[in-house]
């Protein structure tokens, strides 16, 4: 079996390099090829996602990935930015669903700007569309009748589109706790009338969920007021590109939280997919070695488990991680003091 | 002067009937037309926005708005709902410019989800464009070149639309701490590369406010975990449905916010606005006369301040309100028992 190891820019290496650490103390055989993305790869290819790139991806079973994001690259052309090495790889690899659970680790309620009753009550899964809506529609500047620059971004989508990830949204609530609540903003777009319906179609096919509907503006005000109401959220690309940070910082604690972006490809033993902790590449802090691998750690854990059917080594992770945590071992994002190869040796002794 | 009253649907008619009680009571001459929107203009008139409702709009120096949205209608075309009652007056009108101030009043910082130190912190205002984005541009459905059902709405603006409201930003950042915060996602939108620039642009002449730009993603976390940091929040209409709402929420008593769409047109004393509050039409709670007033009674405020010229009056009824709250006068939205009419009383006695 195959990982890409796309570490990318600001503090991916960093957190990476733990999670690496902790991949090799496992009894699994996997052999890594290593890619560059992002601000390193425009500085030393001229281009975000390098050809190169791209074949490793394609060759291996799954990606881990660091961050991407540099300031050096802002003024660039958009398709020169680090941004598209990740807008790419999404779509170049068919990656249409991005699954971003957000829980509160025990212990870490607390670390909410949500009151710890409130935050703790947070179990949700946010099941984000990656391939479409206005992020891959046509776009452009042009000038209107009056001479006018204008600016403007195609939003749209297809029904094949909306049902393969009202599946994966369905799917994903029959595995935790039946509830799907679809997101949309059917009272003004059509984009979203469309989704509604054939969110409604395919809810045929799962008469065991429970499904409801609600509009994005007040899925932001729900996920403030109570987040603990939601069990699965299916969204588009731009809404949940909103919402699922939104539901990131209500957990308080995004060093700790991992992602997964899965496609239709199959592996061995379960799905191609990318993974990567929902933290950014944080130029701030990059490279004083004091940056929380654990979102890195935990994103490896889902990568066992959903590309490599390694559900147990995922589970062992995880438990070390909670472990960890539990014994007080927190990086500075959470008040504490432990850096980067400090928790990863913390995680590694509890293994 | 002369206001249109358009009290709308649900909660509507009960709050707007205690405002203009409040109105009543203050020693000013206006004249009132009253106006059909909504579900019940549709169940009157066979449409939610009837001409004549339009008619009393334009002649009208303020609008006052309660609420539209009713299930009975959820089964209609769109254009016969009752939302597009508020986004045909918002059009038609020139209503380009949203003001949403979301603010604890002293003493309910407990009653948000937020950590009340975090909660009593928030004072901002997000100023929300309204009559461009995907909101107006063409929308439909067609048929992909594969025979599926695809539903598109085209988003832009241009540099006419972002400049004006870009310089109601840097005019209510002056008037406030003298910061601006712009949200978009130019990382990814074209639509939002154009609003970025035409915003630093107007810089130019707002030299003295202190310009930032944010990413919609990051906007929606930083609102959560320190909404303190914002003083003027401008974005286009999509962001700012969401934002706002999450705003208020943050806040944590809807039903005390009020807002002010702005246009060009200016009246005797002011400019021509509509003021509604930012709670929607609650149909559960309907008719029960349980709804909280105060948000209508504070829109009236805001109506007296931008559209009449009223700013003692103005005045006088925000702090009879507050006075009202220090008193101990709370709706069942605050966890009080104090019903419509009482709140009402309780506000005439302290005007
Ligand atoms: C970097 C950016 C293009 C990206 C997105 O908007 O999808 C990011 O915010 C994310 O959520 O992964
Ligand atoms: C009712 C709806 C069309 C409207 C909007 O999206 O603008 C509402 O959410 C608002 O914010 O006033």
Not at 68 to 82: I, K, M, N, S, T
Not at 313 to 320: D, G, L, T, V
Request: with cysteine; proline share 3%; net charge negative.
């Amino acid at each position: 079996m195959k990982i890409a190891v796309f570490a990318g820019d600001g503090i991916g290496p960093e957190v990476t390099a733990q999670a690496l650490r902790v991949l090799d103390a496992l009894p699994i055989k996997v052999s890594l090829i290593e890619g560059d993305v992002g601000g390193v790869a425009y500085k030393r290819h001229g281009l975000p996602l390098p050809a190169e790139t791209l074949v490793a991806a394609r060759e291996a079973d799954a990606i881990l990935f660091g961050a991407v994001g540099d300031f050096d690259c802002d003024h660039l052309e958009r398709h020169l930015r680090p941004e598209q090495a990740i807008l790419g790889l999404r779509s170049e690899l068919g990656l249409f669903a991005n699954l971003r659970p957000a829980k509160v680790f025990p212990g870490m309620e607390g670390h909410s700007a949500l009151k710890p009753e409130i935050a703790g009550a947070i179990d949700l899964l946010i099941v984000r569309e990656l391939n479409g809506d206005v992020y891959f529609g046509e776009k452009g500047t042009r000038t209107t009748a009056q001479g006018l620059r204008e600016g403007y971004d195609i939003m749209s989508y297809d029904e094949g589109e909306v049902r393969r990830i009202a599946i994966a949204g369905f799917e994903a609530a029959r595995k935790r706790r039946g509830k799907l609540c679809s997101v949309d903003k059917a009272n003004v777009l059509e984009t979203s009338q469309l989704w509604r319906d054939v969110v409604i179609e395919t809810h045929a096919d799962y008469a065991d969920v429970e499904l409801s509907h609600m509009y994005v503006d007040n899925a932001a005000m729900q996920l403030v007021k109570s987040p603990g109401q939601f069990d699965v959220v299916v969204t588009g690309n731009l809404f949940g590109d909103i919402l699922s940070d939104q539901a990131s910082m209500c957990v308080g604690s995004i060093g700790l939280l991992a992602s997964a972006s899965l496609g239709e490809r199959k592996t061995a033993y379960g799905t191609f997919g990318l993974y990567e902790p929902i933290h950014g590449s944080a130029p701030d802090i990059a490279g004083k070695g004091i940056a929380n691998p654990m979102a890195t750690i935990l994103s490896l854990a889902e990568l066992l488990r959903h590309s490599l059917g390694e559900e147990q080594q995922a589970a062992r992770i995880e438990a070390a991680v909670a472990a960890a945590l539990a014994d007080g071992v927190l990086g500075g994002d959470l008040g504490g003091t432990a850096n980067c190869s400090e928790i990863g040796d913390a995680v590694l002794t509890r293994l």
